[in-house]
């Protein structure tokens, strides 16, 4: 790879419906998504993830972290950990998606994307929207871990996928879309990037190694 650190953004949401809203976006920015780190919870260690990473076609790559809802800190957050500080990969930012998880602390955010596709200065909750007595604080069960580890542009969202239907798939997923390109505008990407199609293909038939289209 050349020394390459791979440009990547974190979603704090694996479950089926999510995983389908991710790699349609992914696919829109011209990147790649890691299909085998969605789950509840995590399936793949940190480890796992990166080699994953490394293997995508092109970037951004969209990778998906899930704690299913598990008091402390679980499988998701460690293998955020992980992902964030190994040395070949450049977080660009966080998709930090609202739920209804209890005894979380939240991650703090500036800005929201709201259920209509509008970049507001508040949290949002699960349905994507805007509530001010949230004090920007995004409350779900992945997400407390990211402020520790001072990962740049992260941006809330409701459920990944859904928000009542505003977030389908049928629409092309619209929401999710747009708080990916509000990390790529804000870290300087464009999501255009494509790697030597030289590189084996990982498409569908490359699901085993877990690499989207």
Known sequence: MGGKRRKVILVTDGDHVAQKAVETVARQVGGRAISLSAGNPTPLSGEQMVELIKMAA??????????????????????????????????????????????????????????????????????GFADGSLENRIYGDTVDVLNALQVPNIIGIGDVGKMQGRDHLHKGCPVTLTAV??????SGSHGTERRDETA????????????SE
């Open 58 to 127: 092109s970037d951004p790559v969209l990778v998906m972290f899930d704690d299913n809802g598990d008091f402390g800190q679980g499988q998701g957050e460690r293998a955020i950990k992980y992902v964030v500080r190994h040395p070949d990969i450049e977080v660009l930012g966080a998709i930090a998606v609202a739920s209804n998880t209890k005894w979380v602390r939240g991650a703090s955010v500036r800005v929201s994307v709201d259920n209509r596709g509008r970049i507001v200065d508040e949290a949002v909750d699960k349905d």
């Open 181 to 186: 390109k509000w990390i790529l505008e804000r």
């Open 200 to 211: 084996p293909h990982l498409g569908t038939r490359g699901r085993e190694q877990g690499v």
